[in-house]
């Protein structure tokens, strides 16, 4: 069964240092998504993206975000200086639709100290 | 703006109960509601997606209800086993293309 694949499944870096979080989603999906949960909080949207442009943002996904589709499979979500409150499990997501139902991973946790 | 609340927090279950999860949300214009399991440091895993235009969906042992007009979806797990041990998290779509999560329900299920 197709299935959301996530790398790392964990990391851990100092506070500042760039993180690049990757996904690869389901192939024949068009949207694509990050979410977040920190822990023992609800889960929480940051990015949607289709057709290679950002479509929605969370008032989290500030300028320290990015999220990419470097080629068909790919799409990364990098935090250029990472802080400490930045520590969470990172989701990503795929649907085939807009309103469809949403694939998740497995997830990377992220441990900024 | 959409809140998305469920009771009870937790639950404790001998195996073999029939058991009821509820998820509630204060705007009803939503396009679907989906729930899903997540166990414990792991993903999210997709159980049941209904439309805004279904009343329920049925998947195995589960059922999920969803009565619109009344802001509330709930899920129906029948002969509980230990292996449904999770956190079970519903969550609506609105106008936008994102998922709304509440808070989540833990499940325990004891032999």
């Known amino acids: 069964e197709p299935e959301v694949t996530q790398t790392p499944s964990h990391q851990v870096t100092q506070m500042g240092q760039e993180v690049i979080l990757r996904c690869v989603p389901i192939s024949n999906h068009l949207y694509f998504y990050w979410y977040r949960q920190i822990l023992g909080q609800k889960v929480e949207f940051l990015v949607s993206f289709y057709n290679n442009e950002i479509s929605e943002k969370s008032e989290i996904f500030d300028d320290q975000f990015s999220v990419e589709r470097p080629d068909g499979s790919n799409f990364t979500l990098k935090i250029r200086s990472t802080k400490l409150e930045d520590s969470a499990m990172y989701f990503c997501a795929s649907a085939p639709g807009v309103t469809g139902e949403l694939f998740f991973g497995e997830g990377s946790r992220l441990t900024v100290l | 703006k959409q809140e998305v609340t469920q009771i009870p927090a937790a639950l404790s279950v001998p195996e073999g109960e029939n058991l009821v999860l509820n998820c509630s949300f204060t705007d009803s214009a939503i396009y679907n509601l989906q729930w899903f399991r997540q166990d414990p440091g792991k993903g999210l895993t997709s159980l049941l997606l209904?439309?805004?235009?279904?009343r329920e969906q049925t998947s195995g042992r589960l059922n999920a209800s969803l009565d619109k007009s009344s802001g509330r979806s709930t899920l129906y797990i029948a002969a509980s086993q230990p292996g449904d041990s999770a956190t079970y998290l519903c969550?609506?779509?609105?106008?936008?293309?994102?998922?709304?999560f509440g808070t989540g329900t833990r499940l325990q299920v004891f032999p």
């Open positions: 969550a609506v779509i609105q106008d936008t293309d994102k998922l709304i």
């Open positions: 209904i439309q805004s235009s279904q």
